[in-house]
């Protein structure tokens, strides 16, 4: 559904100044659309969002709560629920699907020009999903893979917040004790949610979650 406004009002929420300001300063300057807000952290942006009221939200994904996007759906449940686009350095599989499954509104890498992320913002308030070219190329190069390394993908996109950060500990080579008492649950908290994480993923072993772990991004190598 689109917006009923002349005016798009854009919060921009990234880690670094320079492209608070310089692209903000580039988006006030078009027409129809006006930055009324910038924060370098999420604290901040949940406080603008709730003092602002913008229509959209521009997020750097590395903000976040260990990559993951969970924090960026809160947004959207904020105020008048502002629609959140994502920017990102990179464009990970996971990333992308955790944006379809928390039904955010977009997403741009690196390679977006200002044009493109102009046009993204005036889709997304006509109530159209925004993703940049390179992002839509790997979303369409992704359906013509094998079915059961998509299954695999999206199946990783199931794991809760906490799920990831036991995913990625294990993967590490930490033990179950040593998990439980660096998040502060018990081990058998932790060694159930092992055992639905390996369901979901349908894995097997700790070496299959270690090379499921490189291949998506979730450990370096």
Not at 13 to 39: F, Q, W
């Amino acid at each position: 559904m689109g917006l009923s406004t002349d005016v798009i009002r854009v919060l921009l929420v990234h880690a670094y100044p320079i492209v608070r300001e310089g692209l903000g300063d580039l988006l006030t300057k078009r027409e129809g659309v006006e930055v009324v807000g910038t924060a370098g952290d999420t604290a901040t942006a949940l406080r603008l969002i709730d003092e602002l009221d913008p229509h959209i939200v521009l997020l750097d994904i590395g903000l976040l709560d260990g990559g993951t996007i969970d924090e960026a759906a809160e947004m959207q449940s904020r105020g008048r629920k502002p629609r959140v686009v994502i920017f990102s350095a990179t464009e990970r599989d996971r990333d992308i699907d955790a944006v379809f499954r928390t039904h955010l509104w977009g997403y741009a890498d690196r390679t977006a020009s200002v044009d493109s992320v102009l046009e993204g913002v005036r889709n997304v308030a006509r109530g159209r999903r925004f993703f940049c070219r390179t992002v839509a190329s790997r979303i369409i190069s992704r359906l013509s893979r094998d079915k059961k390394r998509i299954e695999k993908v999206s199946r990783l996109a199931t794991l809760s917040t906490r799920e990831l950060q036991i995913t990625r500990h294990l993967s590490l080579g930490m033990s179950v004790k040593d998990i439980a008492r660096l998040l502060r649950l018990s081990a058998k908290t932790v060694d159930n949610q092992k055992a639905k994480i390996m369901n979901k993923l349908d894995l097997h072993d700790r070496v299959d979650l270690c090379r499921f772990a490189v291949r998506e991004g979730i450990i370096t190598a």
